[in-house]
C-alpha cells in the first residue's frame, strides 16, 4: 500500500517528528511505501511530490519546520480541485493520505472524506491549541516555552528602567498561548481575543504594579481586541483560507498606556519566533505519539478520523468534531488567572 503525507497551514515545531513517527512504522511494521505531498494542499492538487523513505526521515526529530513544506492552498476553491486531486492520487497510486494541519488543512480534509470519498487520516497541528476534541496539539508548548523565556527576560529590562513591556503573542481567535506564557512567565496583565478588554483598566493595573516598585509586563494576544475598538490588522490581506494577518495591537496599546499613565511603554512583537526552531521534548514525544497512532488507523481504514490527545491517551475522533468549532479559552479559566493581575 502506498500512503501519501502532507503538512498545510502554518509550520509548527513537531511537524518532522510526526513524519518520522508514520514512516518509521508504516515501513518497519506494515511495510507500507510513502510519498510526501509539497506544501499542503498544493501538492495534490499539483502532483508535486518528493520522495520519502526511511533515509528521508533520518536526523529529522529535532528540526523544526517540515521537509514537506507547507502552504495555506484552500484546494476546494481551485479550479477542478478535487477532480484534479483524485486524478494525481491515482497517478501515484496513493490509497491513503495522512493530512497534518490545523482548523484549515483538517476542514479541507473532512469535507474530502466525508463528501469524495477520498481515504484521509487527520494530525492536528497548530501553535495556537485551538482545536477541539484534543488535549493538546503538539508545538503549542513549545511556543509557551520560547514566549516565557522571552517575558522573563523583558522583566529584567523592564525593571533597570521602570517602563511598561508590552509583549504580542500569537493567538489570532484563541488566547491560550497568552494565557499559559503569561502565567508561566508572571505577567501583570494578560489579554486574549476571548474577552474584550478596557484600557482604563490594564491602566489601573499598571500604575498598581508601578506603586509596588515593579515594572509592568503585560502579555497581549494578536487578536484581542478593547471594548469598543477594531480588530488590529498589519494591512488588508486576506489568505486563500480568508483569515486576516494581523499584529499591531501590542503597538497601539503601548501608546494608549503611555498616554494615559504618562510612564514610558515598549512593544516586543513575537511574531514568527514562536513558530520555528526546535521542538520542546513534550512536543517531540506528543507528534510522534500523533504519528505512530495516524498510520494504525490507516493500517484499520479508519477513514475520516484525526488521532487525537484526550489525558494520556492517543484516540480516534471524526475530523468533523477537530474542526466543527474552536477551542478557546474558557472565562472561568481566565477569571482563575486574573488574581496575578496589577
Ligand atoms: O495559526 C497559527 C498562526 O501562527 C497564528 O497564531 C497566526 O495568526 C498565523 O498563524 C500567522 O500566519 P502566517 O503564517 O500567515 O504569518
Redesign the pocket.
Known amino acids: 500500500m502506498r500512503v501519501g503525507v502532507l503538512t498545510g497551514?502554518?509550520?509548527?515545531p513537531g511537524l518532522n517528528a510526526v513524519i518520522r513517527g508514520i514512516v518509521r512504522k508504516g515501513v518497519q511494521e506494515y511495510a507500507y511505501d510513502f510519498i510526501g505531498f509539497r506544501d499542503g494542499w498544493r501538492g495534490p492538487l499539483e502532483g508535486d511530490t518528493v520522495q520519502l523513505d526511511i533515509p528521508a526521515v533520518r536526523g529529522i526529530l529535532p528540526r523544526g519546520g517540515t521537509i514537506l513544506g507547507s502552504s495555506?492552498t484552500n484546494p476546494l476553491k481551485a479550479e477542478n480541485g478535487i477532480r484534479r486531486i483524485k486524478e494525481n492520487l491515482a497517478k501515484y497510486e496513493v490509497e491513503a493520505l495522512i493530512a497534518i494541519g490545523?482548523e484549515d488543512t483538517l476542514g479541507v480534509a473532512a469535507r474530502l472524506t466525508d463528501e469524495y470519498g477520498i481515504n484521509v487520516v487527520g494530525v492536528p497541528k497548530?501553535?495556537?491549541n485551538?482545536l477541539s476534541a484534543t488535549d493538546y496539539t503538539f508545538g503549542f508548548d513549545t511556543a509557551v516555552g520560547i514566549a516565557t523565556e522571552a517575558i522573563d527576560r523583558l522583566h529584567t529590562t523592564a525593571e533597570s528602567h521602570m517602563r511598561v513591556l508590552v509583549v504580542e503573542v500569537?493567538?489570532?481567535h484563541a488566547g491560550w498561548?497568552a494565557l499559559h506564557s503569561g502565567l508561566a512567565g508572571g505577567a501583570n496583565v494578560i489579554l486574549i481575543p476571548e474577552q474584550r478588554f478596557d484600557v482604563d483598566q490594564v491602566c489601573a493595573w499598571v500604575t498598581s504594579r508601578f506603586k509596588a516598585s515593579y515594572a509592568p509586563i503585560v502579555v497581549v494576544a494578536?487578536?484581542a481586541m478593547p471594548q469598543d475598538g477594531e480588530m488590529v490588522l498589519k494591512d488588508g490581506t486576506l489568505?486563500s483560507f480568508g483569515?486576516v494577518?494581523?499584529s499591531g495591537v501590542g503597538e497601539w496599546l503601548s501608546k494608549e498606556i503611555e498616554k494615559r499613565t504618562g510612564k514610558e511603554a515598549r512593544t516586543t512583537v513575537l511574531?514568527?519566533v514562536?513558530?520555528g526552531g526546535t521542538p520542546s521534548a513534550f512536543d517531540r514525544w506528543l507528534a510522534t505519539r500523533f504519528g505512530l497512532h495516524a498510520i494504525d488507523a490507516v493500517r484499520d481504514g479508519d477513514f475520516g478520523k484525526m488521532v487525537a490527545l484526550q489525558g494520556t491517551d492517543i484516540v480516534r475522533v471524526p475530523i468533523a468534531d477537530a474542526t466543527a468549532k474552536l477551542k478557546t479559552v474558557d472565562p472561568t479559566l481566565y477569571k482563575e488567572v486574573s488574581v496575578f493581575f496589577g
Open positions: 497551514g502554518g509550520d509548527c495555506r490545523g497548530t501553535i495556537d485551538d500569537m493567538g489570532r498561548i494578536e487578536g489568505d483569515h494577518r494581523l511574531g514568527h514562536q513558530r
